[in-house]
């Protein structure tokens, strides 16, 4: 169980970080003055934060019943 409880922590926090990488991303967008590349990693940033959350909630969320 407490590796169940461990992989849910990690997964909130991925969670939260995309939250707020998203709402970073939002804000630099407004600015006229803000670098297209550097709004390109954080979406890159943000995809790979994604794909991390599926994969755990593949693992905490088995699809079949047990």
Known sequence: M???LDLQS????LQ???A???A???????HPT???LQIRRLKKQKLILR???AQLQKIL???EPA
């Open 34 to 36: 803000t670098d297209d």
């Open 51 to 53: 794909d991390r959350i």
């Open 24 to 30: 970073l991303i939002v804000q630099l967008s407004m």
């Open 10 to 13: 990690l997964c909130i926090a």
């Open 61 to 63: 969320l088995p699809k």
């Open 20 to 22: 707020q990488l998203n």
């Open 16 to 18: 939260i970080d995309h």
């Open 2 to 4: 407490t590796v169940n």
